[in-house]
């Protein structure tokens, strides 16, 4: 949630910097600026003395049984289809969702006419979405499980990236960009849980860096395409569509991989059967 609320706080005083101090001392600014956020927050931050627990709250006389369905390491991990899944969900979320970020101010004039000012105010309220979807999506995912939230997810980016080309409604505009960009930030909040869910949490930490490289690539992909096409058709109309079937894709993979984790499951009662 920190990371999508960060682009609404920085971005205007980042701005601000550049108008007055210029781009290298905003660099030195902002970095001497986060050394002294960050080390101080991770002062703060020690592991709790042994058999600690929050004041009121009694400690369990049993241990919670670990409801982990299967236990892999990172490297038995990425030797099963269900990575490569996850981590292509993950690419094309990205890949669109941050296509869209970038280019959120000028495809809002073009299309939807936007007023400059306007365009800046809207770009502004995506980073509320963006981190409040993180928040939101991934608490909703708590109920109704990882793969229907994706499923979800991207059946509602269809929609939205379907009809953006035909939405002139200011408004209407807006208002689903902020819809597509909080699916954007709930698909980083819930990878996780998800990665937990289809690998257990033996080093969950370390699978989760292998499927952020799909980040890393998506942050290269996005803007690539959408800046390509652009240059090619001077509309954004075209790079939608293209997201649209990337996003058809996404769907059909997030159907697929719960038969990997009816797999998973039906494993897992045999071996409690059996022991």
């Given at each position: 949630m920190?990371?999508?609320?960060?682009?609404?706080?920085?971005?205007?005083?980042?701005?601000?910097?550049?108008?007055?101090?210029?781009?290298?001392?905003?660099f030195?600014?902002?970095?001497?600026?986060y050394?002294?956020?960050?080390?101080?927050?991770?002062?703060?931050?020690?592991?709790?003395?042994?058999?600690?627990?929050?004041?009121?709250?009694?400690?369990?006389?049993?241990?919670?049984?670990?409801?982990?369905?299967?236990?892999?390491?990172?490297?038995?991990?990425?030797?099963?289809?269900?990575?490569?899944?996850?981590?292509?969900?993950?690419?094309?979320?990205?890949?669109?969702?941050?296509?869209?970020?970038?280019?959120?101010?000028?495809?809002?004039?073009?299309?939807?006419?936007?007023?400059?000012?306007?365009?800046?105010?809207?770009?502004?309220?995506?980073?509320?979405?963006?981190?409040?979807?993180?928040?939101?999506?991934?608490?909703?995912?708590?109920y109704?499980?990882?793969?229907?939230?994706?499923?979800?997810y991207?059946?509602?980016?269809?929609?939205?990236?379907?009809?953006?080309?035909?939405?002139?409604?200011?408004?209407?505009?807006?208002?689903?960009?902020?819809?597509?960009?909080?699916?954007?930030?709930?698909?980083?909040?819930?990878i996780?849980?998800?990665?937990?869910?289809?690998?257990?949490?033996?080093?969950?930490?370390?699978?989760?860096?292998y499927?952020?490289?799909?980040?890393?690539?998506?942050?290269?992909?996005?803007?690539?395409?959408?800046?390509?096409?652009?240059?090619?058709?001077?509309?954004?109309?075209?790079?939608?569509?293209?997201?649209?079937?990337?996003?058809?894709?996404?769907?059909?993979?997030?159907?697929?991989?719960?038969?990997?984790?009816?797999?998973i499951?039906?494993?897992?009662?045999?071996?409690?059967?059996?022991?």
């Amino acid at each position: 949630m920190g990371f999508g609320f960060a682009a609404m706080i920085a971005s205007p005083v980042m701005g601000y910097l550049i108008d007055s101090f210029g781009i290298a001392n905003t660099f030195y600014i902002m970095g001497a600026t986060y050394f002294v956020i960050m080390l101080s927050a991770s002062l703060y931050l020690e592991r709790p003395p042994e058999g600690y627990h929050p004041s009121g709250i009694p400690l369990q006389e049993q241990p919670k049984k670990n409801k982990d369905y299967v236990q892999l390491t990172a490297n038995e991990a990425v030797k099963t289809r269900r990575f490569y899944f996850l981590w292509l969900m993950l690419f094309i979320n990205i890949t669109c969702g941050i296509a869209i970020l970038a280019v959120a101010s000028p495809m809002g004039q073009e299309v939807a006419g936007l007023s400059v000012k306007s365009a800046a105010i809207m770009v502004g309220i995506m980073g509320v979405f963006n981190g409040a979807g993180r928040l939101v999506w991934a608490s909703i995912s708590d109920y109704i499980g990882r793969p229907n939230v994706y499923t979800i997810y991207f059946i509602i980016q269809i929609i939205v990236f379907a009809l953006l080309p035909f939405t002139t409604n200011g408004m209407l505009f807006m208002i689903m960009l902020f819809i597509m960009i909080s699916c954007y930030g709930g698909g980083f909040s819930a990878i996780p849980a998800y990665i937990a869910d289809l690998f257990g949490t033996k080093q969950l930490g370390a699978i989760h860096g292998y499927i952020l490289t799909a980040w890393a690539l998506a942050g290269l992909v996005g803007p690539f395409i959408v800046a390509k096409v652009y240059e090619a058709t001077q509309s954004y109309d075209i790079t939608l569509y293209i997201f649209v079937a990337m996003f058809v894709v996404a769907l059909i993979i997030s159907l697929l991989i719960r038969a990997d984790i009816r797999k998973i499951k039906r494993e897992s009662e045999l071996n409690h059967q059996t022991v």
